[in-house]
């Protein structure tokens, strides 16, 4: 039985979806922020429940689902990074995301505070 279903999966395709960021929506143009403390005694939860990670790639959003995809690039450098929201956040004046520590340093260094940055959610196609 599972003979048969490997085999259908490889010849109907139906391996995971695979990932475009590639929509038709323009990407959204906003100000990225960082979050998460290394040195932090107790653990922090996320509003998804899940445990911070400062150097994780996991974001903050403030309606986007959770698990949602995210590719987000510095306007400024060209870096980009893909997060996974699982956190929420007030957005505040141009602030739409908000990035762990780790994630932010893959787009800018942390003393930049925050970054321009367009945000495209993920397509699963």
Avoid at 24 to 49: D, F, I, M, R
Avoid at 68 to 96: H, W
Avoid at 108 to 124: C, E
Wanted: hydrophobic share 50%.
């Amino acid at each position: 039985m599972r003979a048969l279903f490997v085999a259908a999966v490889l010849v109907l395709g139906l391996a995971a979806p695979a990932v475009a960021f590639a929509s038709e929506e323009p990407p959204k143009q906003c100000v990225a922020t960082w979050y998460g403390n290394p040195e932090a005694t107790t653990p922090v939860y996320t509003a998804s429940g899940e445990v911070l990670d400062p150097a994780a790639m996991t974001a903050a959003h403030a309606s986007l689902p959770f698990d949602t995809l995210l590719k987000v690039t510095n306007k400024r450098t060209g870096l980009s990074v893909e997060v996974r929201v699982n956190d929420r956040f007030a957005a505040q004046g141009d602030r739409c995301v908000n990035l762990t520590r780790g994630a932010f340093t893959k787009i800018a260094p942390l003393s930049m505070g925050v970054a321009p940055v367009d945000v495209t959610v993920a397509v699963l196609r």
